[in-house]
């Protein structure tokens, strides 16, 4: 007998809807879109043979819509999760560490770069479907909720008989005088333009230095800076550390959607796992993975260090691939 499979599901209300949208020309997924989306989630976690799912509450009721949408009875039972819902970050963040406590196989996340680093703030080895619906997204990707609900269903019940459909990931780590104050997922931008105003960081004039994850050609946002200059991808071993300037060699990058500009590089290097890079413009104001958040004063030592400790993610299409080999979708679409 497969384990009692339940799976957690948490949608940022809050993605995509940053300055971005309004000085570039991203399109914009809305809430009742993402309701749209989770009822997807919904119907292909049922029809995989899910036990149970938490979802996140929030103040758009995106779980609920989904729910109130679905004109058929479900076999597996749903929960919303009994917390205080403060509509920030930390709604993400607690929903992640409740639905580890409770035995969640994996989660469905919802939301852009910001919003699946806050979750790795929690998940530990919970494997994610990283689903994209923010601003600029290179973490997550675009996957159909149908889809995203059957690789997560089947992991669920049949995890422990699949091998090779978890990818590790990497990260920055941020520390302070050598301890860990947050991460990044995929960038770290260090401006010298103390004023926080709008936490989503767009302006590239600003920024002195990046330390980048992953970055190719046909990223978006700040990794791009990277995939134009020096690339690397998320399977490479390392990371790339920028120092920008006029003066430096002359890409052009889409550092938002329509949003194309020239950007000097005066100097990159490789990074290694474990090796501590020193931040070298103080005070400053750190964006990680494209939004403000931490302030680095005068007085500290601060450093960027590269891991592999990022969240475990479940590769989709290798998963459905195993799915069908072993045969395990022929108890899809079983009657309630």
């Not at 899910?50 to 679905?70: F, N, S």
């Not at 709604?91 to 992640?96: H, I, M, N, R, V």
């Not at 800076?225 to 300037?245: E, K, M, S």
Request: hydrophobic share 45%.
């Amino acid at each position: 007998m497969p384990p009692h499979a339940i799976v957690g599901c948490i949608a940022n209300p809050m993605a995509g809807k940053d300055i971005r949208r309004l000085v570039a020309y991203g399109s914009r997924i809305d809430n009742q879109e993402k309701v749209n989306i989770v009822r997807r989630i919904l119907l292909g976690l049922d029809s995989a043979g899910v036990d149970e799912v938490l979802l996140m509450p929030d103040t758009y009721h995106i779980g609920l819509k989904a729910l109130e949408g679905i004109h058929r009875p479900l076999r597996l039972r749903t929960q919303l999760l009994d917390m205080h819902v403060r509509g920030d970050a930390d709604d993400s963040l607690q929903a992640t560490r409740r639905m580890r406590e409770a035995g969640a196989r994996c989660l469905i996340v919802l939301g852009g770069d910001g919003t699946h680093r806050v979750v790795a703030k929690a998940s530990a080895d919970l494997p994610l479907v990283a689903v994209s619906t923010g601003t600029n997204n290179v973490f997550p990707q675009m996957i159909e909720g149908t889809v995203a609900g059957l690789a997560a269903g089947v992991y669920a019940r049949h995890g422990q008989q699949l091998d090779g459909v978890i990818r590790p990931t990497k990260r920055m780590e941020i520390l302070c005088n050598g301890e860990l104050r947050d991460i990044a997922l995929v960038d770290v931008a260090v401006s010298g333009q103390q004023f926080v105003g709008a936490r989503a960081l767009w302006d590239v004039s600003g920024i002195q230095e990046l330390f980048i994850t992953q970055g190719t050609p046909a990223n978006i946002g700040f990794s791009s800076i990277a995939g134009w200059g020096c690339p690397v991808t998320p399977q490479d071993r390392q990371a790339v550390h920028l120092i920008l300037g006029d003066d430096g060699r002359l890409v052009r990058a889409p550092i938002a959607p329509g949003l194309i500009v020239p950007v000097g590089i005066k100097a990159q290097r490789l990074i290694q796992p474990g090796e501590r890079v020193p931040i070298g413009r103080v005070p400053a104001i750190l964006a990680l993975d494209g939004e403000r958040e931490v302030l680095v004063r005068a007085g500290e030592r601060w450093d960027v260090m590269l891991t592999w400790h990022g969240p475990k993610v479940l590769d989709v299409a290798r998963m459905l691939d195993e799915a069908q080999r072993q045969d395990l979708h022929r108890e899809w679409g079983r009657e309630p």
